[in-house]
């Protein structure tokens, strides 16, 4: 049984000027345990999905499943990660990762060794007491991620997570996605506009049209893992990411 079932989803948006239709006609499907990033350019429709997926909001159309069930509404087998941690300024780093646990009603003190537990896994450890300004933006959005595991979900979203972050740390922090996703065994749905974070991550990349956002193309990445620096220069990895950039290029007879 696939983790998460897009199936037909269309969602259209009530604007000033009119309906607007970001979405139309969407379906595909996660694995368990499978990571699936989803390319595409902006504006087409990208976050909208993963407010879709996350139970925020309902399609106009079709149906969204999460381990066979149609998906109503927020989740607690659902966690997601932001492009920005939105961390809570006033609270130290172990209470962020606690937040979710908090708006849940659960108990604090049972979740506390897990958020040590996971500040550790994201490298955050001995950082638990301090406050997000005391942080680089990286390490934020480490703490983003922690929060994102603290319930333990079976579904892990990731909205663009390191849109905000600088070139080297955003290499830094595929490696590290990737040795947390290989630790935690989680379903992962990947947003994103870069083809080498897709590539190097995934076990599948769909490419999105732009808007109304269909997926135009799937390809499976069958890159080794784990996959390291050296990755990057392998000729399947270059061989893959050139392809997935074509289908960005315009078309002889695009208007
Ligand atoms: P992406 O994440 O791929 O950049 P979005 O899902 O944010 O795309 O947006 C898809 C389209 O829907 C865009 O044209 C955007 O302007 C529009 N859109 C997004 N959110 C809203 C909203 N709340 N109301 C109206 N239009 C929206």
């Not at 139309?24 to 989803?38: A, M």
């Not at 087998?77 to 908090?102: C, E, H, K, M, S």
């Not at 060794?113 to 406050?131: D, I, Q």
């Not at 065994?185 to 999105?208: G, N, Q, W």
Request: aromatic share 6%; glycine share 8%; charged share 20%.
């Amino acid at each position: 049984m696939s983790r998460l079932a897009v199936e037909n989803v269309s969602l259209v948006y009530d604007t000033s000027r009119g309906p607007l239709t970001a979405l139309s006609d969407l379906s595909f499907k996660v694995g368990d345990g499978e990571f699936v990033s989803v390319l595409g350019p902006s504006g087409c429709g990208k976050s909208t999905l993963l407010r879709l997926a996350s139970g925020l909001m309902a399609p106009s159309q079709g149906t969204l499943r999460l381990s066979g069930e149609a998906i109503k509404g927020p989740r607690p087998d659902v966690g997601i990660v932001f492009q920005q941690p939105t961390l809570l300024p006033w609270r130290r780093v172990i209470d962020n990762v606690l937040v979710p646990i908090r708006a849940m009603g659960r108990s604090l003190s049972e979740y506390r060794p897990k958020a040590l537990a996971l500040l550790e896994l994201v490298g955050l450890k001995g950082f638990e007491n301090h406050y997000p300004h005391e942080l680089s933006g990286g390490m934020q959005q480490r703490v983003g991620i922690a929060r994102g595991l603290i319930h333990d979900p079976s579904m892990l979203l990731m909205d663009e997570p390191f849109a905000a972050l600088d070139a080297m740390t955003r290499e830094t922090m595929m490696d590290e996605i990737q040795r947390i996703w290989s630790t935690t065994a989680k379903s992962v749905l990947f947003i994103t506009h870069s083809i080498p974070e897709a590539v190097y991550l995934s076990d599948r990349v769909l490419v999105m049209s732009p808007r109304p956002g269909r997926v135009i193309e799937e390809v499976a990445i069958d890159l080794p893992r784990p996959r390291t620096v050296a990755t990057l220069d392998d000729r399947r990895f270059v061989a893959l990411s050139s392809h997935l950039r074509a289908q960005f290029r315009p078309k002889a007879g695009d208007p």
